[in-house]
C-alpha cells in the first residue's frame, strides 16, 4: 500500500471532518482535499467510517494506543505519574474529535449505522474505559491502588471528566477554567482515587 497517498487522504480527512463534522464530510469531498481519485481513495479505505477511525487514529493524540497497553504495565511506575498522562491525551483526543465526531450525534441513521459499524468489529469509546478500568484492577491486585476504588467508576470518571475538559476548552477557550490546565489532571486523579470523602 503506498502510504504516501494513504497519509494524504488521512491528512485531507481530518481537515475537510474538522472543517465539515463527519455527518457532512463525504468521502467525494475527502477525495478532492487529497488530490485523487474516489477509486483511488476506496482502494486505500472501504467507507467512510474507516477513514473516520483512520483520522482518529492517526491525526490525533494516540489514546488507543496508551490505553490498550496500560494493564500490561500495572506494578511499574507511579500510578499517579501515569493516570495524569491519560487525562492529559484524553482531553487532547477528546479535544480533537469533538469537532468531528459532534455531528454525528444530530443524524440518528448515521449514529445507527456507526454503531453497527464498531459493534461489528469490537471498537468504540467503550473499550476506552474498559481498559482503563482493567488497568486499575491490575494496580488493584498489586496493593497500588485501594481496594475500596471502584475501578470502572473511576476510569469513567477519569475519562469523562477529560471529554468535558474538552468540550469546555473547545466552547469556552482556557481562560475561565478551573482548576487551570495546568493542575486539571493531578486534580482529576486524585478525586478518582481518593473519592469525595473527607
Known amino acids: 500500500m503506498n ?17 465539515l463534522g463527519l455527518a457532512r464530510a463525504t468521502t467525494k469531498e475527502i477525495a478532492r482535499a487529497a488530490g485523487c ?31 490498550a497497553t496500560l ?12 493516570l495524569i498522562e491519560v487525562v492529559d491525551l484524553a482531553v487532547r483526543f477528546y479535544e480533537g474529535g469533538l469537532a468531528i465526531g459532534s455531528s454525528m450525534l444530530g443524524d440518528p441513521e448515521l449514529v445507527r449505522r456507526h454503531r453497527e459499524w464498531m459493534v461489528s468489529r469490537g471498537v468504540g469509546p ?6 482503563l478500568a482493567d488497568y486499575l484492577r491490575a494496580e488493584q491486585k498489586e496493593g497500588r491502588v485501594a481496594a475500596g476504588v471502584d475501578a470502572d467508576a473511576a476510569a469513567a470518571l477519569l475519562l469523562g471528566a477529560s471529554y468535558q475538559r474538552a468540550f469546555l476548552l473547545r466552547l469556552m477557550g482556557e481562560e475561565p ?18 473519592g469525595l470523602d473527607p
Open 3 to 19: 502510504e504516501s497517498t494513504r497519509d494524504r487522504i488521512l491528512d485531507a480527512a481530518a481537515d475537510v471532518m474538522t472543517r
Open 37 to 67: 481519485s474516489d477509486a483511488l481513495l476506496y482502494k486505500h479505505f472501504r467507507e467512510k467510517e474507516e477513514i473516520f477511525l483512520g483520522v482518529l487514529k492517526n491525526r490525533l493524540p494516540n489514546l488507543t494506543a496508551m490505553l
Open 71 to 82: 494493564p500490561g504495565k500495572a506494578g511499574t511506575g507511579s500510578v499517579r505519574e501515569r
Open 126 to 131: 467503550q473499550v476506552a474505559n474498559r481498559w
Open 177 to 194: 477554567l478551573s482548576p487551570p490546565p495546568a493542575e486539571f489532571a493531578g486534580s482529576v486523579v486524585d478525586a478518582a482515587l481518593r
